[in-house]
């Protein structure tokens, strides 16, 4: 089990290092990132080379059993690079080109960036291939730079060129006759910069596939270049959860370890779910192998406006929760709080005060129990249930001029994984267009897009017995984004027995339901955002509106198809109403719960990966958690027999014990 | 009566525009506005030209009886245009030049633009000018894009120039000598791009009326090259109601016909009133002439943040209100609705679902009872009351660094317009200096520029028996939005009877009044926003601010002025007291309501157009409202007796009817 | 006494002048600020000069007895200036470069901007150097303005290299081991211009340090020049209160006279305090002299969205006030309103109506009353409290990515001033590092950069017998914005008897507080915003903190150091509490009130300057004040026994009178 952080040396002196180390193997950190900013130490002008303080990190980590995640450096290069080759400067929509003083200025298509940043590359990795202390390859950091800049441009225009071969196709794809915006030649085309009135759509999803690629070619050139000195370690990059700026379904077969970052707002009565969903998306990137926590904090970030601190428990808790989801080690940001810089507030292992004080104290015994739990390592999570989400689907759905902006995919990815989430069932993330057959049930909370591969898919496992469970807004449009044509959701009309023919955003408060009795009994369900002008086409209508636009259409159908069912929840209803609908659906398929008899404890969080069931209490006060059989908590060593009690923010961590009950 | 849309048939394959025709005729559609953005599928390279397509749409379009109002393309230039000349792309405040990818990419004063607008105009004309299916001209569309560069910069000096003879005129009008602004040589002047504070206002005055006047050249000289081609049928572009960019005082005798884009917000409670404000703007411009619903939308709109859907009954209301008020055509944005592009989600004629959907099927019955209004065709509203709305005077009431921005000039209008709307009062809106003593009253609800002119336009009214009524802020600033010395208003103290010092942003939570008894009855009758401190000068107080600043000076005064009445209402009375005072005034000067007895009924619009009386019911309930003597309503052919009763959102359109009532 | 205000002849005809100098005259004006926009009216183009007219306006002044401050015209160049030399304008932080329009758009740094200003300043200054209405001298206006070009990039390094001698040492100050910003050469460095991401906030406090002392720069080069002439008559520029673009510290040994320009909201409950601490911060920058309120409002302002206006009481209030806290004039902008230009609706004491408006009797009264006012000049304050105000910690305070933005310290500043203001509770204002071992308390809201020489400041005093109140987020970074390590407040630790190891934002509800009883009896203290970890070292634990992250650790602590008191008030308490805290700490300081006796009216404040003890009744209603003895009424002329008696928004001026009281 991985436990660790960034380690930043270049910001502290020689003997520092030494005290860090020691510091570090008495809080069971076992590995940490190093290099991630430190291309200005490495070349502190053009051409120079000084790893001589390097050397002496690395040994001294080493030495106190401390392993390396060695970082390329090229997130952020030195200063002079902007001032020597100004075309290597990130350029927004305005024009506006953004200089050195922060970080990440580089545009991920200058060829003069990558050029400087493979020299740099290959000096480090050449020195470093063969040193013991070195455990993992991190390139970069947090890829997610955009440049709307010239050379970004050309790139742009060659990735179109790669897409679609011939201009006219760029044309069609584009839908480029509406609004005289045809083009007669590649070298006609821009990136969506600042523009008179809204981009043409289809243009702007391309620009974030483009976007996407033009990083996932950085973080290859490099990847590709550490492999020609060191075949064995793993190579990886920090991925950032739900982060629009790269499609991490398309990045996942590059990274050896699926990594990730994440912050989630102490604030947030939310965020143990969401922090759930994430992680689910880790392990699902990965096909279900481990994953890496890379970034974490152990109590406030510095960069939102009003930054929540987190108790040692709730570090604890969260970290933990990583680990029951699959992570394979748990890292933060950062080993030392800096004092300079942006990042100076940013909580860390050892605070500014020292190692006397909560929050190191916290990480001492997190690192303690991390050991303890030696035994999930490389353990997996079964699921019964898939949920489909994809990057350009989202990508889409957010473009300008659409029914309404308050239909978020995110949000409503986040409020059906909710559900999931409350009632302890374990589920898998997959991309659109990925066999689902295999799933007890799948479920489509908004899938904007839907090309015909996707479609089939969803078709296919449905027709084979899988419950079909497809949100409002969805189906929409093709892989160009263009509006299918005919009823829709044209693909899935057979399927769902269900056809619309307008997309209906709903006043402010909202609409009221009239539900089917066996389906919910809520006092006065209600749906807002968006709702459908629908006809049933062979399927039950479980709810419909009671008023307004839409009075009488269905706004829940079940549709039996093949052997399975599917189900339309054509809007967005309350929460409880959708725990409800979901609930039945799951129901009716058959979903397996992870602790049977556990009951649904507002909070508590279950999960079973491998042997190991883990109990998490994201509540404020001691829980009681009904368990059937007899159990050992590997992080207390203590039997748990009928139930798990659970102070505050606190963890059980399961396994079966055939010793007798205490009588 | 014309009934259609826009219709973009480049974004069809050829076999669906002999659909498109076959549909349109089952539906009534008489006029399609066709070529709107054409311009990159007539010159898809520089100098190109491909008209065989629109040779066959409109062969096509004729067939079927379908008359077209061909536009000239020239809104949305090819990309390869800004590709191939810079300067044509227009510019932003801030220096920033606007892509491609949108439309409108084009700087109304580039010369290479214009050159190459007017050579594609010229081949289209040449072509299409006897052409049997076209029926109208439409230059454009929605003029109002501007441009802050360097070649817009020498335009504007130009027009400088032309306007102020000397640079010391300029000096003088735009009071150069605050901040030391003077300027010494014409080139020396540039547009209000982003400055360090506010600035000047009488330059930025100026700037929007070169920006309005550098569009009407533009459109003179596209109208005017049609016009060597066709001499008869008519030329047109298509406003936007109160859209500040361009003044339309200064375009209308330039259009034939005058023509709108109305899109009201289904959401907003006081549409109704608000359409029939711009419905009577419209025919006014064209002195009462019938005018042109251009554009508008079936059901929702796809470009405010949340887009309220339509029902076809509101759609049918919204377009029938535009007939009662003038209109001799509706049309909507768009025929069919387009699959890619930035408009994919606006609502159609023809909606991606195809013909069998509520959509489409209102817009059946509605091209039917159109055909059932020809009698109204050609027909005009009397008016009694004139309401003065003045482009200049609202431009410059809202620049920088005034008492309050809260008083508003369109909504100060709107709120007095509503009274009127709400009593079923017939008006014209009038520019600032037109001769109004023909009207039993005239209504100024806030005019911030007033020239000597106009003063004398009302004053002449006045004392020929006219009913005055004048807002607050009036008669503030000259033409140069000079404020002008002396107490205030100074060129109507005469006509008014009162004088002020002060303009007096009021309180959050407004001031007490203390209000005549027989001019109202409201309970606690308050004023906001904006308050004066005056004195009477011979004017009878017929209502004083009760507390704070300006406690026991005049709020409401009335004025005899040689054989009329000058009313000043010094403040923004709330709602029942405004409805109140204008009410007393109206009732004073005899003004007549379009159905005498009808009484009041919230909601319903009442209109006389020619001989045919509207009732229009806007609520969402049944109303039935009293009307004397004997009718026939065009609409469904029956009779009509003492009442009418109409569903919710329903419409009756009534003639004198003989015949003995049914016993 | 002083008494006027801007006057802007170049506005005006010439007959105009002489109208206003008697009407001046009438007013008992007898200062004016002329020329501060003239510039263009001296030089209309490129060399030439214009100072006929001035000649007449200074000898129609002259002849009146109306004093003159003559401005230097360089705050606003011609427009020609711009146009000829681009370089000149300024440029923001997106490259965008700034135009005439408006005013102020030069660049500081600009070296052909600098010459133009001095050579025009020379040619004004030698001409009227003798002029004998001429009494003082303006340099400029408002200095303030910030260009991030490359000519101001090149005066910020050449700052930079003055202050730091060696790029290493640069790179230290900054922290440039961070993300990678190591400097090679002061070449590569460049302002804060946008960024990707965070800026280093030391570079952002430097930049801030630089551009305060490029503008002290410009004042000092003029400054210079206009001494060369005329070694006695007094120059001066216009501060702007709490402006954060300067620090005036750096700039009052540079005036000779301290100037303030202040626009308190009308509509703000708190102005009259926060304008308080104003003065205070005018009368401390020249160590307690008289000082000028340069600039101030008849009634509204027209810069805010909505301007609310002041009564003549009001404004005479507010002028009042600024004599009783030490100035020695009260002036306006400006005498007469001006007809054009961005300042058209900003009050003026001549407005746009005439001299017969309730504003100009307002200002004639005032005029009056200063002068009976003259026995206060040359008074002084005395106080026994200091409160610690530093600029660059205010600067570093405020930059991006600290702990919670909810955290202000000028709010922080005005909530603890205001306490003092509300009991009667003279006080000084001093930068930090300054000796303030004389003063009874000395207050430290918020300190949040803390170098050793401002804590020893602190300590000696404490240690001397000074009672020290220090704030929250105190002494957190060194001078250059480094946090500094161990636990904090590293400097303070042994004074306050505590220390702390985490700063915790708090939730938006606050938290609850368990006070000891003697400090506090308010029902339910909470604190919001932060609260510190902390631990007692030897101090007294007042209030902890009740629940949350906090729950249990010392909020207000109070710890014997030396013959001192040191107090911690490590979170933002509510108002009550606050006043609990500070006012126990003045009691046990023995901080004597103005007026014993006098008791605590709210909205009452209370003011000695040299023997003189205003009264001044901020309320809308009577108020009655105990007074001790007998006194005279400067104002009324009466004797005042026992009580003062005031109107709403009047004042009192009392000096002792030791005639028996009227029985």
Same mark, same amino acid.
């Given at each position: ?165 011939? #201009? ?83 990045? !996942? ?132 249930? !898939?949920?489909? #989400? ?45 066999? #689902? ?89 209600? !749906? ?65 719960? #992870? ?69």
């Amino acid at each position: 089990m991985r436990f660790g952080g960034d380690y930043n040396p270049e910001q502290w002196p020689a003997h520092v290092w030494r005290e860090d180390a020691r510091l570090m193997r008495e809080a069971h950190v076992n590995l940490v990132t190093v290099g991630v900013f430190s291309w200005a130490r490495y070349e502190p002008s053009p051409g120079a080379r000084d790893f001589a303080w390097l050397d002496e990190v690395l040994d001294v980590l080493g030495e106190h059993g401390v392993g390396v995640d060695l970082a390329t450096p090229t997130a952020s290069p030195p200063p002079w690079l902007g001032v020597l080759h100004p075309d290597t400067l990130p350029v927004d929509p305005d024009g506006v080109r953004l200089v050195a003083g922060s970080r990440n200025q580089f545009s991920p298509a200058s060829r003069v960036y990558r050029e400087h940043a493979l020299a740099i590359t290959d000096a480090l990795v050449a020195r470093y291939a063969a040193h013991p202390a070195v455990r993992m390859w991190h390139v970069g950091n947090e890829f997610g730079q955009v440049c709307y800049g010239d050379e970004s441009a050309a790139a742009f225009r060659a990735w179109l060129e790669r897409r679609y071969g011939t #201009v006219e196709a760029l044309n069609a794809a584009w839908g480029t006759t509406v609004w005289s915006q045809h083009y007669a030649d590649w070298s006609e085309i821009v990136p969506p910069r600042r523009t008179v009135y809204h981009v043409n759509p289809s243009q702007a999803l391309d620009w974030r596939r483009y976007c996407s690629d033009q990083l996932l070619a950085l973080y290859r050139e490099q990847r590709d270049l550490i492999r020609t000195y060191d075949a064995e370690r793993p190579v990886t990059t920090n991925f950032m959860g739900f982060f629009p700026g790269i499609d991490p379904w398309t990045w !996942a077969e590059d990274v050896d370890v699926v990594a990730d970052d994440a912050y989630p707002d102490p604030g947030d009565p939310r965020a143990p779910a969401d922090a759930a969903l994430t992680q689910d998306l880790m392990r699902s990137l990965g096909d279900g192998a481990p994953w890496l926590l890379m970034e974490s904090a152990t109590s406030a970030v510095s960069w939102r406006p009003h930054n929540l601190p987190k108790s040692p428990e709730r570090s604890r808790l969260e970290s933990l929760q990583a680990v029951a989801r699959g992570a394979d080690g748990v890292c933060f940001f950062q080993w030392r709080a800096s004092r300079s810089g942006a990042e100076r507030f940013h909580s860390a292992m050892l605070p500014h005060a020292g190692p006397e004080t909560r929050v190191h104290r916290g990480v001492r015994r997190l690192g303690a129990d991390l050991a303890r739990l030696a035994p999930v390592v490389g353990g997996r999570v079964a699921a019964d249930v !898939a949920v489909v #989400v994809d990057w350009p689907s989202w990508w889409a759905s957010g473009e300008v001029a659409r029914p309404t902006d308050r239909l978020d995919a995110l949000e409503q990815l986040r409020a059906w994984y909710r559900v999931l989430w409350a009632r302890g069932v374990a589920c898998d993330l997959v991309p659109a267009g990925r066999d #689902v057959s295999g799933y007890r049930a799948v479920l489509v909370p908004q899938l904007y897009l839907l090309d015909e591969a996707a479609a089939d898919a969803l078709r296919t496992a449905t027709h084979a017995g899988t419950t079909l469970v497809v949100g409002p807004f969805t189906g929409v449009a093709d892989e160009n984004a263009h509006v299918r044509t005919g009823r829709f959701p044209a693909l899935l009309r057979d399927v769902l027995g269900v056809s619309g023919e307008e997309w209906v955003p709903l006043p402010d408060d909202g609409v009221g339901l009239d539900v089917a009795a066996d389906l919910s009994a809520g006092p006065a369900p209600r !749906a807002g955002v968006l709702g459908e002008l629908l006809e049933a086409e062979g399927a039950a209508v479980l709810a419909t509106f009671a008023d307004g636009h839409l009075a009488g259409g269905p706004a829940v159908t079940r549709h039996a198809y093949g052997a399975g069912d599917a189900w339309y929840v054509a809007t967005v209803p309350d929460e409880d109403l959708l725990g409800d609908v979901l609930g039945a659906a799951l129901d009716r398929a058959g979903v397996a719960l #992870v602790l049977p008899g556990a009951g649904d404890a507002p909070g508590v969080e279950l999960v079973r990966r491998g042997d190991v069931r883990f109990v998490l209490n994201h509540t404020a006060g001691p829980v009681t958690v009904p368990v059937d059989g007899h159990h050992l908590d590997l992080l207390t060593g203590r039997p748990v027999d009928d139930a798990v009690h659970l102070a505050a923010h606190d963890v059980a961590a399961l396994v079966d014990h055939p010793t007798e009950r205490t009588p």
